[in-house]
């Protein structure tokens, strides 16, 4: 079936328009992907790999502005913004230290939650048992701590028990056995029993993409340009065409799930969202020497650490910079620097590092749902730091809204118009 003739069309094919795709697909409604590259050739490549039912802490916290400038002052810490880009990102910041009251991070936390803890049922329904079992590993995830886990700040033990969320603390024991090699001033560390991770996100995702196919949707590698409401001459009829680098293709719906792009695709129709570009790295040590088995978030560090299919992935850092600027390749290099306090005996022979925009909110909740006088046209991005955990809940969301069928999570936290 050729892509005009699609009744859908979805522009992205990372891990959330992939979903959104096959979840319509199934459903019954011809659907199409459009993205200039293969699927998971985005941030959906080289993201750390986390599926984290557990993910209920927004980025932005109360008490959060006082640590910034120090940040900042290390232009290899955990958080850097370009200075050509500070003016341009300020108006994000802003909504950003809003959405840090504590008045608005309760009710992100409980949307967070509600979100997230559908990400395994998703993950099955979109992959099945025997590819879960394959790629998918549930044997929790380890934070490595500062301190002993009773100190953890109050808003955050309080988040852990609104949400029911399970956690165990780990003795200096339990650390050695878990992470053979760990360096010996880390003493506190928590276990989340019920996170998950994938060894290969690429692969996973690049899986989502097969299924679609195999069950009669389209793949089409082409750099869409704009989106016109109506046909080719903008005649209306509850259409729109997605003109692309090489063809025009007409559908009744339009999922944008363009990551971090999306912004740019949306201006022309009149539709301004705070969408941000969170750029991050990582770093891939193929012949690491470590016995690690769960994936690690060091919280004071801003990284992760990751056992993957090809070596050990270590992600992390926040970079604004926008959607231009060249990586800075130290900001990668330096996760190896981070790593080796963790892991003094780390083998960093042949380093391979990436770069990657998150699409970012300043709530930390995704844009979800149908845009605001534009019928037909809905919005799917910003999953930010939790794409594989936020995408394939966040595509059965805009596949029911689509299709009409009851919604398991209720949608209007996550609603376009909430900015």
């Not at 959906?44 to 984290?52: F, K, L, T, V």
């Not at 002993?148 to 309080?158: R, V």
């Not at 339990?174 to 001033?185: E, V």
């Not at 391979?352 to 909110?361: A, E, Q």
Request: aromatic letters at 6%.
């Amino acid at each position: 079936m050729k892509a005009e003739e699609q009744k859908a069309v979805v522009i992205g094919a990372g891990v959330l328009g992939l979903s959104t795709a096959l979840f319509l697909q199934r459903a019954g409604v011809p659907t199409a992907v459009i993205d200039a590259l293969p699927p998971a050739g985005g941030a959906s490549y080289g993201n750390a790999g986390m599926i984290s039912p557990d993910s209920a802490i927004p980025v932005a916290l109360p008490g959060m502005l006082p640590k910034v400038p120090g940040w900042l002052m290390d232009p290899l810490g955990p958080l850097a913004v370009a200075p050509a880009h500070f003016i341009k990102a300020l108006p994000w910041f802003a909504r950003w230290l809003d959405a840090g009251r504590m008045s608005r991070v309760i009710a992100i936390s409980d949307a967070m939650r509600a979100l997230h803890k559908e990400t395994l049922d998703c993950w099955h329904e979109l992959i099945g048992a025997q590819a879960m079992g394959e790629m998918v590993h549930k044997n929790g995830q380890i934070r490595l701590l500062d301190s002993a886990p009773e100190n953890l700040p109050a808003l955050q033990q309080e988040l852990y028990r609104r949400h029911q969320i399970r956690t165990e603390a780990l003795t200096v024991d339990d650390l050695r056995q878990m992470l053979p090699g760990l360096a010996p001033h880390v003493t506190h560390g928590l276990l989340l029993p019920d996170n998950a991770y994938t060894h290969n996100p690429a692969r996973l995702v690049k899986l989502v993409g097969e299924l679609f196919v195999a069950a009669g949707g389209e793949i089409r590698a082409e750099r869409v340009l704009k989106i016109l409401p109506g046909g080719a001459r903008g005649d209306g009829g509850g259409r729109y065409t997605i003109m692309t680098n090489i063809d025009n293709h007409v559908a009744a719906y339009v999922v944008v799930a363009a990551g971090a792009w999306s912004k740019e695709l949306l201006k022309p129709l009149g539709i301004n969202v705070p969408l941000e570009t969170e750029r991050g790295y990582h770093v891939m040590l193929p012949d690491h020497g470590l016995d690690i088995r769960r994936t690690i978030s060091v919280s004071s560090g801003g990284f992760g650490v990751t056992p993957m299919e090809h070596g050990l992935r270590i992600a992390g850092t926040v970079e604004f910079a926008g959607l231009a600027r060249p990586p800075n390749e130290q900001r990668a290099y330096v996760l190896i620097e981070k790593a080796r306090k963790i892991f003094p005996g780390l083998n960093t022979d042949r380093p391979r590092i990436w770069m990657g925009h998150r699409p970012s909110t300043p709530d930390s909740l995704p844009i979800v749902g149908e845009a605001s006088g534009h019928p037909g046209l809905y919005l799917a991005f910003g999953n930010a730091h939790f794409g594989m955990t936020g995408g394939p809940p966040s595509g059965r969301m805009i596949a029911n809204m689509i299709t009409k069928r009851p919604q398991p999570v209720d949608p209007h936290p996550y609603r376009p118009g909430r900015f």
